[in-house]
């Protein structure tokens, strides 16, 4: 874990409201696990004052290694980030959190919602690479929200859910993944990321099925890295009421998330 | 011993029996309980650090929403979430065993009682050197309270006294009316040093929802925001104590810890600066030197209070 110096080198409107930030990192940078994140600061000012927290979309090793995250301008920081061009610096802190723990099996399913694509992207491609075999199952509102870098994501299977029908099947993602848990020869584990509410619905599915769910969760960070607490999400683990998302996450299995008091 | 030369600036000083290789402190709640940070700075560049309050029971803290941003701040409402005494001792203590910069230990309670169980349980235990009492947390119910009224402030400050016989601390907080009266109060009650201060009772409001945007409507606001609001008290209350005053609020640069020293603090905490910049207080600590060495400047410890304000007022 290391706060490095970059340099957006690419910054790029990708979809209504959904742009792809190449980040050039200067010296070394530990290899990142899918599921992982960094916090990004951008500027030397004080307003906004935090770093802002994105998962890892792409990690390319070299001399100059180099991490993509996908961000939508939703809020006064990503505006800004989205207005600023290409060519400023910016300051990386990561890798943080703890990653996906893909199963060695195959028959695993990765489920996106929005911009949770983008750790999917990532632990896709290390899937792929690896020889398994698995489906994503990539959701969104119509055809045009809907993102999936296959240049990124290597050579797994995918298949689209659209709100109103436009592209792959009509519903919502949970719809399709309830299909394919219900298909022959079963599942061995489900990785999602996306809206909480899409995560809540993930995890009763899969528990209700018996399957091993772990999500991706996201809540509001301040250091990211595990000292301020104010990233709790409330755990059913009895020895331990709340896990932080920066540090004991952001991935954590379903089952140890309190779901009734997580708020949004 | 040789006399510290420019070249060399002396940046030490004492609190208490407590002696500091520099004023530059890591502030409770924002470093844990030592071990997060220790990746991202080098700890033996740092006078010390104060861990995260330790109450005698464990507190699983408040329900989220903890945290929101504000305009060049932090407002937090965390409600002193901590493992508790005992298990600190148990798990935590030990790891901080061989910890290259003073360790000192942030301990609340909601009694005087309370607060003599926490420092009673911390004599001896390595490598405690030395405690700040919270008087001054903004986020539970009576966290104020002691820090609020100088006859409580001296009560319980003497009650820790006549047991903990390492450096004490006292944090302070600026909601209160008279904090100079509870600075002298605590003075009087043997403290070594006071902490100016812990955070601003501050609210945001989420104007969609016309909810607060923390789950416990008020927090504590932190950041550069609070920076001339802490500058200003530091000033006021060195002046009413002769005890070293530690100053807190908005330190994220060595021009930042400057304001504070030259404004009269002996020595300086950062705390939401390290969540910005993680590098942050060891970076105060190269620019004090820096400071020091173009300014010709052998000890810093003769910047603290080195305020010109014109005529003697």
Known sequence: MRDCRAVAVGNVKVRENLWFLTLDLEGDFEVPQPGQFVQLRMGAGTDPLLRRPFSIASFSEGRESSLNILYAPAGRWTRLLASSGEGFEMDVLGPLGKPFSPAEEDRSLLVAGGRGVAPLLYLSRRMADAGRRFISLVGARTEDDVYWNEELAGSGEVKFATEDGSLGSKGMVTDLLEKEIAGVGGRSAVYACGPMGMLRAVSKICSRAGIECQVSVETVFACGFGVCRGCVVPSTIASSPNLMACSDGPVLNAKDIDWERFSE | ?313
């Not at chain 2, 390492?166 to 600075?183: F, R």
């Not at chain 2, 005890?243 to 002996?266: F, K, N, R, Y």
């Open chain 2, 1 to 313: 011993m040789k006399p510290p030369t420019p070249d060399k600036p002396d940046l030490s000083l004492a609190i208490g029996g407590l002696k500091l290789r520099n004023p530059v402190l890591l502030a409770s709640g924002t470093c844990g309980y030592g071990t997060e940070l220790a990746p991202l700075l080098r700890m033996e560049r740092l006078g010390g650090i104060v861990t995260k309050t330790i109450t005698p029971k464990p507190r699983p803290g408040n329900p989220q929403p903890r945290i929101a941003e504000t305009p060049s701040g932090l407002l937090n409402s965390i409600g002193l979430e901590n493992v508790g005494l005992e298990r600190f001792i148990k798990e935590q203590a030990p790891k901080l065993r061989d910890f290259p910069a003073a360790v000192i230990v942030s301990v609340g309670a909601e009694s005087v009682e309370g607060f003599v169980r926490l420092a009673d349980g911390l004599v001896g235990v390595t490598p405690v050197a030395g405690l700040e009492l919270n008087i001054s947390c903004p986020n539970v119910e009576r966290g104020m309270a002691f820090g609020s009224d100088a006859s409580m402030a001296e009560e319980v400050v003497g009650a820790c006294r006549e047991v903990w016989r390492g450096a004490l601390i006292v944090k302070l907080t600026p909601n209160a009316c008279d904090m100079a009266s509870v600075a002298k109060a605590c003075e009087r009650a043997g403290a070594d040093a006071v902490t100016v201060s812990n955070t601003y009772l501050g609210m945001k409001v989420d104007v969609v929802r016309r909810r607060p945007a923390l789950a416990r409507p008020c927090g504590g606001l932190s950041g550069p925001a609070i920076r001339p609001l802490a500058v200003a008290r530091v000033w006021e209350i060195s002046r009413a104590v002769r005890i070293p005053v530690i100053g807190s609020g908005g330190v994220c640069t060595a021009g930042d810890a400057l304001e504070h020293i030259i404004a009269g603090a002996g020595a300086v905490q950062v705390g939401t600066g390290s969540f910005v910049t993680p590098s942050a207080a060891e970076k105060v600590v190269e620019g004090l030197e820096e400071y020091c060495l173009r300014h010709g400047i052998a000890e810093l410890r003769t910047l603290v209070g080195s305020l010109d304000i014109g005529e003697d007022s």
